[in-house]
């Protein structure tokens, strides 16, 4: 799920269209507020999650895919201490089945904010799509801990448990590594 920040009223309006499904009105609401406040990073943001959203299945040669990338490189580099773009342009990318950039970017985003848990979730959720179970279950028990609020988002995670050998067949956990752990830091795991 992308975040996007809110300030205006008039983006408001429009990023609510965009997670309510609306990506065409969204699209052509988002470009026309562009030309007024073209330095608007939430709105450039917004606007690429949009174009991605709006093809059925996202490739990175499409027009818009380009462009979505190209504003959320532009973002960055106007707010280069903002984690949003960052996360975004992962979002965009694991949309693309570009995994591994995803995660660049996820990564990027937690240097810049270390308690930022959905970039810790989709890092997570990533590595169990590459079957790296032990880093897995790790980062989606940091994302936990971060935000319990997350944890309908992690049905996957006895699975991951059981193939990384942290669950038996009885569904028992046996030795796992975080047993005597304290203090837990994602960077461990990636």
């Keep these: ?91 965009c990318l694991r949309s693309l089945g570009m995994l591994e950039e995803a995660l660049e970017c996820f990564q990027s985003a937690l240097a810049l904010q270390e308690r930022f848990s959905p970039a810790i979730l989709h890092m997570a959720e990533i590595n ?15 994302a936990l801990i971060r935000d319990p609020a997350l944890e309908a988002s992690l049905n996957w995670v006895p699975t991951a448990m059981r193939k990384a050998g942290y669950l038996d067949e009885d569904g028992n956990v046996g030795d796992v590594p975080w047993k005597d752990e304290k203090i837990v830091d994602w960077r461990n795991w990636v």
């Design 1 to 91: 799920m992308p975040i996007f920040g809110q300030k205006d009223k008039e983006y408001q309006t429009i990023a609510k269209m965009l997670a309510e499904g609306y990506n065409q009105d969204a699209i052509t609401r988002l470009r026309k507020f562009r030309e007024e406040n073209h330095k608007h990073t939430n709105a450039m943001v917004t606007l690429a999650v949009a174009l991605i959203q709006a093809q059925k299945q996202p490739k990175i040669d499409a027009p818009e895919t380009i462009e979505a990338l190209a504003l959320l490189d532009k973002a960055t580099e106007m707010k280069p201490k903002d984690p949003v773009p960052r996360f975004n342009k992962g979002v």
């Design 128 to 142: 169990y799509e590459l079957e790296r179970w032990e880093n897995a279950v790790m980062l989606a028990r940091l």
